[in-house]
């Protein structure tokens, strides 16, 4: 079943199935505004509450830009009160982004430029079409990425490219995106949603409590020492006895049927 919901007019957000579709419209370029952020944020904080969904896709509308990150206009007059309230906006939008308990994908469909591509990143995986470009370009007009850029490209490529990125100002297309390990696949003009959904509808098989555990964990290798990791790990696995998903996954697997998750 599908239903149509709108977030803000520059926030679209559909839900198909167990998969919530998030549409980022301003045109020409997708630009962030403060309403927007704030709008993104809302709707990933319902997103998780409502257990009937297990996976987010967030793409933009058009097919040249997915997201051209700010508007310079609105820090053309220096002001730092209304630069720290946007800094703000984008930190949490984006790091709540990162906190959703389920899988979020990034259909970059064109342009992903500063925070642009900073919302990918904070997204758990990413797909890109083959026409698309990617770039942190915020010291080429004095700024700098503020919404996870320089932590979360730098934990997915590593400390060189994200200084070529970042430093340098390189920006870069899908090909090499996916060679330095900042997409997980590449595909053709117009197909990444069609990949995303795809890859959503797996999501769908797992067991819905695990894989929120699961990212939970895997997160927490970015920050944490394998020595204590590795015990939470094997905490968490017995916590999931707790969960009626536990039973319902091996039973099912047992019986030889499709198991009835109940995110619980």
Same mark, same amino acid.
């Given at each position: 079943?599908?239903? /149509?919901?709108?977030?803000?007019?520059?926030?679209?957000?559909?839900? =198909?199935?167990?998969?919530?579709?998030? *549409?980022?419209? $301003?045109?020409?370029?997708?630009?962030?505004?403060?309403?927007?952020?704030?709008?993104?944020?809302?709707?990933?904080?319902?997103?998780?509450? !409502? #257990? =009937?969904?297990?996976?987010?896709?967030?793409?933009?509308?058009?097919? *040249?830009? &997915?997201?051209?990150?700010?508007?310079?206009? +609105?820090?053309?007059?220096?002001? *730092?009160?209304?630069?720290?309230?946007?800094? %703000?906006? &984008?930190?949490?939008?984006?790091?709540?982004?990162?906190? &959703?308990?389920?899988?979020?994908?990034?259909?970059? !469909?064109?342009?992903?430029?500063?925070?642009?591509?900073?919302?990918?990143?904070?997204?758990?995986?990413?797909?890109?079409?083959?026409?698309?470009?990617?770039?942190? @370009?915020?010291?080429?007009?004095?700024?700098?990425?503020?919404?996870?850029?320089?932590?979360?490209?730098?934990?997915?490529?590593?400390?060189?490219?994200?200084?070529?990125?970042?430093?340098?100002?390189?920006?870069?297309?899908?090909? #090499?995106?996916?060679?330095?390990?900042?997409?997980?696949?590449?595909?053709?003009?117009?197909?990444?949603?069609?990949?995303?959904?795809?890859?959503?509808?797996?999501?769908? %098989?797992?067991?819905?409590?695990?894989?929120?555990?699961?990212?939970?964990?895997?997160?927490?290798?970015?920050?944490?020492?394998? %020595?204590?990791?590795? @015990?939470?790990?094997?905490? +968490?696995?017995?916590?999931?006895? /707790?969960?009626?998903?536990?039973?319902?996954?091996?039973?099912?697997? +047992?019986?030889?049927?499709?198991? !009835?998750? *109940? $995110?619980?």
């Amino acid at each position: 079943m599908t239903t /149509d919901t709108t977030a803000t007019d520059a926030i679209w957000v559909r839900i =198909d199935g167990n998969t919530a579709i998030i *549409k980022m419209n $301003n045109p020409p370029a997708n630009t962030w505004t403060a309403a927007s952020l704030q709008a993104l944020k809302a709707k990933v904080l319902e997103l998780n509450d !409502n #257990k =009937d969904i297990y996976a987010l896709v967030i793409t933009g509308q058009g097919e *040249k830009f &997915f997201s051209a990150g700010a508007d310079l206009n +609105l820090f053309a007059d220096g002001d *730092k009160g209304n630069a720290a309230t946007m800094a %703000k906006h &984008f930190g949490e939008a984006f790091e709540t982004l990162s906190a &959703f308990r389920g899988v979020s994908i990034a259909a970059i !469909n064109g342009y992903a430029m500063g925070g642009g591509l900073e919302v990918a990143l904070a997204c758990d995986i990413r797909i890109a079409e083959a026409h698309a470009q990617m770039a942190l @370009p915020e010291a080429t007009v004095g700024l700098l990425p503020c919404a996870g850029g320089t932590q979360n490209l730098t934990a997915l490529v590593g400390e060189g490219w994200a200084k070529r990125m970042i430093l340098c100002g390189e920006r870069i297309d899908a090909a #090499k995106a996916e060679k330095i390990g900042l997409v997980e696949e590449v595909v053709e003009q117009g197909q990444a949603l069609d990949a995303a959904l795809a890859l959503a509808t797996k999501v769908a %098989k797992q067991s819905p409590s695990s894989v929120a555990v699961c990212k939970t964990l895997i997160q927490a290798g970015r920050t944490m020492p394998r %020595k204590q990791a590795l @015990p939470l790990e094997r905490e +968490l696995f017995v916590g999931l006895f /707790d969960t009626q998903d536990q039973a319902e996954g091996v039973n099912a697997f +047992l019986e030889k049927r499709k198991p !009835n998750w *109940k $995110n619980a």
